[in-house]
């Protein structure tokens, strides 16, 4: 496994991370807990390096979880968590990026981690009642206290950002980013470029649907938040094949799987971005790790760019509510 380094900031990563979500939380019932501390080190064991949580998650059933797995690693590995969501009494997740509420995240997130520092500390989704400054601010503290070493945000906007930036310098940016949602590369890589920031796509597999696993017959478990994504009605999914087609016309050309088409291509946008594919089967874990051999030239990127190019996606990334969420 290959190595990139996040912006300027130094960061040494495996050029694919793994995004440990969906074994606790979103993609239907949480998985056997063992199953799972073994398919987290059978990565580290295959050269992966980062790895992706969250207190929410769960929530912080995760964050434990990836605690557990990465003990016998310290030191080997990089762990980004997330701040500034909770539930409330009602059981939604609402924003909290108070720096009194950061703080005591980030003790909380080093004991369910099993660590002494976090490596990457994001906040989850941007707070409209607390200023990013403030957020950078408190962040700040921390890094100087040796209780975290990398600041970063998640769904920021650019002009969030680059106040945020003004404050503590920020190590990476993740939102999503895929073939089937590439509004980040209008506005938001430019200005990470500009900035010296790594960039972690999450989702870069398009919640599974790029896999070429998922058509419009396809069954979620009741529990599966797909089942609440405009992009995932029946009727979206059946419209949006066509982009699955197209990856695997590449895919069978340069002997590899879609899914793997779709990780080489986000590796060959920039040298700073590392994507984080999610999974809870090794044999997934194999195959996205796979997609780091997978060489596309020049004339292959034309060829995707363009003929996506043409291909509208049916269906919203989100509900109106959680998309009202993100800064971007």
């Given at each position: ?37 073994s ?11 980062f ?11 995760n ?9 016998p ?20 997740q609402v924003?909290d ?9 980030a ?51 650019v ?15 993740q ?7 590439r ?39 009741s ?6 994504v ?16 197209l ?44 997609a ?5 030239t020049?004339?292959d990127l ?12 049916q ?13 971007l």
């Amino acid at each position: 496994m290959g190595k990139r380094t996040l912006g300027k900031s130094g960061l040494e990563v495996s050029a694919i991370g793994l995004g440990c979500m969906g074994m606790s939380y979103g993609y239907g019932p949480a998985r056997d807990k063992q199953e799972m501390i073994s398919l987290i080190r059978s990565a580290v064991e295959r050269g992966v390096t980062f790895f992706d949580t969250a207190q929410i998650y769960g929530p912080f059933t995760n964050e434990e979880l990836v605690g557990q797995a990465l003990v016998p690693f310290r030191g080997q590995v990089v762990i980004g968590t997330k701040f500034g969501l909770k539930i409330d009494p009602s059981g939604q997740q609402v924003a909290d990026s108070r720096p009194e509420h950061i703080k005591q995240s980030a003790e909380d997130s080093l004991k369910r981690l099993k660590i002494d520092c976090i490596d990457l500390f994001y906040q989850h989704r941007v707070d409209p009642n607390v200023p990013i400054e403030d957020v950078a601010g408190a962040v700040k503290d921390l890094i100087r206290e040796g209780k975290v070493k990398h600041f970063g945000l998640s769904e920021a906007g650019v002009r969030t950002i680059r106040r945020a930036h003004a404050v503590q310098p920020i190590t990476a940016v993740q939102s999503e980013y895929s073939l089937w949602w590439r509004r980040p590369g209008e506005e938001l890589l430019p200005a990470l470029e500009e900035l010296g920031i790594g960039f972690v796509p999450f989702s870069p597999l398009g919640k599974g649907f790029l896999t070429g696993k998922i058509d419009e017959n396809t069954k979620f478990d009741s529990s599966d938040f797909r089942n609440i994504v405009p992009r995932f009605t029946a009727e979206a999914r059946k419209a949006n094949l066509i982009l699955v087609e197209l990856l695997r016309k590449i895919a069978e050309r340069k002997k590899a799987t879609p899914a793997q088409i779709a990780l080489a291509w986000l590796l060959a946008q920039e040298p700073w971005i590392v994507p984080i594919p999610g999974t809870r089967k090794s044999e997934r874990l194999e195959e996205n790790i796979g997609a780091v051999a997978v060489e596309l030239t020049s004339a292959d990127l034309r060829e995707i760019d363009d003929a996506a190019s043409k291909i509208a996606i049916q269906g919203a990334r989100y509900p109106e509510a959680l998309e009202k969420r993100t800064g971007l």
